[in-house]
C-alpha cells in the first residue's frame, strides 16, 4: 500500500469513529451496586492513583489509542497530549506501523513526546510487528509502555487486511522478551476470554487491555470501508467490557488488567475498577471533545469526570481502587446468564 493511501485510512478511520454512537444497550446498565445510606468517608479522602506492577499511575483515566499516520492526525495527537499533561493522564497513541515504515510520518506520533516531555506516554505497535521494530516504536515516544493491539476481527473486515495469524501468539512471546518496558496487550473492542488471558499468562504477558465491544466499532469501521458493505452482519462480535472483566477474574491477582471500550459516563468507569480494572481507557469521548470542543472545554470535561468519579467512590464508601472491589454488586439477567454459562467464578 502506497503512503498515500496509508495516510487516507487513518483519516478515515477517525472520522468514521467519530460519527458512530455508543452502543445503545450496555451491559454496564445490567450492572447495579448496592447502596449504603451513610458513608464513613469524605470526598477529600478518596485518593483516584493506581498502583501498577511497574508504575504509577496519577489518575485510574487514560486517553487511549486512537491516532497518528497523517497530518490531520497528527494535529488531533499534539491537543491531546496537551490534555494528557495539564491533567496528569496517561495517554496511548494510534499504531505506529506508518512510521516505522516511513520516517516522514515519525512526527505525527512524537509531537506527543514533544508537548508532554514528562508525562506518561504508551507506544503502540500490532502483534505482527518484527520485534525490532516493536523496540524503535519504544524508542521513537521514549515510550513508558508499548501497547500491542490484537484485531483479527477488524484484520479479516479490513478490504486491504492481514489474513496471516498464526504466528501472532509465538511474536508475541518475543516482543515480551526483548521490550524493556512493561508490553500492554490491547483488543481493539472485541473484548477478552478466560481462556485467551490464561495463554497471554502463560507466555509472561502481565498486562491486558480488555477492550470490550460498546465503543468505537472497527468492523463497522472497515465494513464502511468495502465496496459493498457486505460485512455488516459482524457489528455485534465479541465480548462487552463488562463480560471481559468478568472473564478476566481468576487472573486479577498476577495480572494488571486495563478496561476500554464503550465507557460512558464516570459510574461506567467506576463500574470498571470496580470489576478489578487498574485504569480506564476513553478514545471517542476525549476525540469528540477536542475536536468539536476545543483544549479548555476538554480539560473541564476532563476534571468534571473524574471529579465524578471521587463523588461516586465516597457513596460506595471507598477510598482508594483497590477498596472498590469490596462494592457489592447486582447483576442483570443477561450478564447472569453469561456468568453461569460460562461458569466464572466472580467471588
Not at 41 to 50: H, K, P, T
Not at 180 to 189: F, H, M, Q, R
Amino acid at each position: 500500500m502506497s503512503d498515500l493511501k496509508r495516510e487516507q485510512r487513518k483519516n478515515e478511520h477517525v472520522e468514521i469513529a467519530m460519527a458512530q454512537q455508543d452502543a445503545s444497550i450496555s451491559d454496564f446498565d445490567e450492572m447495579r451496586f448496592v447502596h449504603h445510606s451513610i458513608p464513613n468517608i469524605d470526598v477529600a479522602d478518596v485518593n483516584l492513583q493506581s498502583e501498577l506492577q511497574d508504575f504509577t499511575m496519577k489518575q485510574p483515566i487514560y486517553i487511549n489509542a486512537m491516532t497518528g499516520g497523517s497530518e490531520w492526525t497528527k494535529n488531533i495527537n499534539e491537543k491531546l497530549a496537551i490534555i494528557a499533561r495539564e491533567t496528569g493522564m496517561a495517554m496511548a497513541v494510534g499504531s505506529t506501523h506508518a512510521a516505522l515504515r516511513n520516517a516522514k510520518m515519525s512526527s505525527s506520533f512524537s509531537v506527543v513526546r514533544d508537548a508532554n516531555p514528562e508525562g506518561m506516554i504508551f507506544s503502540n505497535v500490532g502483534a505482527d510487528v518484527p520485534v525490532d521494530k516493536a523496540e524503535e516504536a519504544v524508542k521513537l515516544l521514549d515510550a513508558q509502555a508499548l501497547q500491542v493491539h490484537v484485531n483479527s476481527p477488524q484484520e479479516l473486515v479490513m478490504p486491504e487486511g492481514n489474513r496471516v495469524f498464526s504466528t501472532w501468539m509465538e511474536n508475541l512471546a518475543q516482543i515480551i522478551q526483548r521490550v524493556k518496558v512493561p508490553v500492554i496487550v490491547k483488543e481493539v473492542g472485541f473484548g477478552m476470554s478466560k481462556e485467551m488471558i490464561k495463554a497471554l499468562n502463560e507466555i509472561g504477558v502481565r498486562y491486558i487491555d480488555v477492550s470490550g465491544r460498546g465503543g468505537t466499532n472497527f468492523v463497522d469501521i472497515e465494513n464502511e470501508r468495502r465496496e459493498y458493505k457486505d460485512m455488516d452482519y459482524l457489528g455485534q462480535w465479541g465480548q462487552t467490557t463488562v463480560e471481559s472483566l468478568l472473564e478476566s477474574t481468576a487472573f486479577q491477582q498476577d495480572m494488571n488488567f486495563f478496561a476500554s471500550g464503550g465507557v460512558r459516563t464516570p459510574l461506567d468507569a467506576v463500574k470498571c475498577l470496580a470489576l478489578g480494572a487498574r485504569a480506564v481507557g476513553m478514545s471517542r469521548p476525549f476525540l469528540n471533545q477536542v475536536e468539536n470542543n476545543g483544549i479548555t472545554a476538554t480539560l473541564d470535561y476532563a476534571e468534571q469526570f473524574t471529579d465524578h468519579m471521587k463523588k461516586i467512590m465516597t457513596m460506595l464508601n471507598a477510598q482508594s481502587i483497590d477498596e472498590l472491589k469490596q462494592a457489592q454488586i447486582v447483576y442483570g439477567p443477561r450478564l447472569h446468564a453469561w456468568i453461569e454459562q460460562r461458569n466464572l467464578d466472580i467471588k
